[in-house]
């Protein structure tokens, strides 16, 4: 089973739109929760940490269900740059260190 | 500016040729990651290290080494070994005293013929 799990989508929504997406981890030490976006050949960026009172940033809220081990990424009033792939990250302090584990990602295109 | 840096962004290698791919950090993190990205799959573990001179296998470390002799390096060789080393590879840190998020190099484009 993998370690965290995420629909690949894609997901083809018009601007201004209202998108959510889903993400379940298999490990319940996992501590701390993250989305990333990654555009095209570029590197993953921190979109938003996640905890588990939930946490807001402008257009976009995250989510944190540690028992249903469950963690989401709503995005309102959805514009043509949010295109892009959502990962869903997560991480776990093991006795080698930090370990993290990606999702597959969801792929995202807001169209005009 | 802080941050990390890989290069080159693109490599082009014949295959049975060794490749070295190159990651430093002027963040001051303890802590540092190699990925590998292929299409349609999520980031995969080859190496990380938490310290100086201490380094852990990850989850595809066959065909693969690296060393930390310095804090800010982290170089990943690719080795003949490694049977489909074409792939898109991320380099990444963590400072151990931050909220625990990932910072990404702009990775290495790795192309073996």
Redesign the interface.
Known sequence: RKEVEQDPGPFNVPEGATVAFNCTYSNSASQSFFWYRQDCRKEPKLLMSVYSSGNEDGRFTAQLNRASQYISLLIRDSKLSDSATYLCVVNMQTNTGNQFYFGTGTSLTVIP | DGGITQSPKYLFRKEGQNVTLSCEQNLNHD?M?W?RQDP????R?IY?S?IVNDF?KGDIAEGYSVSREKKESFPLTVTSAQKNPTA?Y?C?S?SRAG?????????T?LTVT
């Open positions: 802590a990651y990925y349609g799959q999520g980031l573990l990380y938490q852990q898109f991320l990444a963590i909220g625990g998020e990932q910072y990404f190099g702009p990775g484009r």
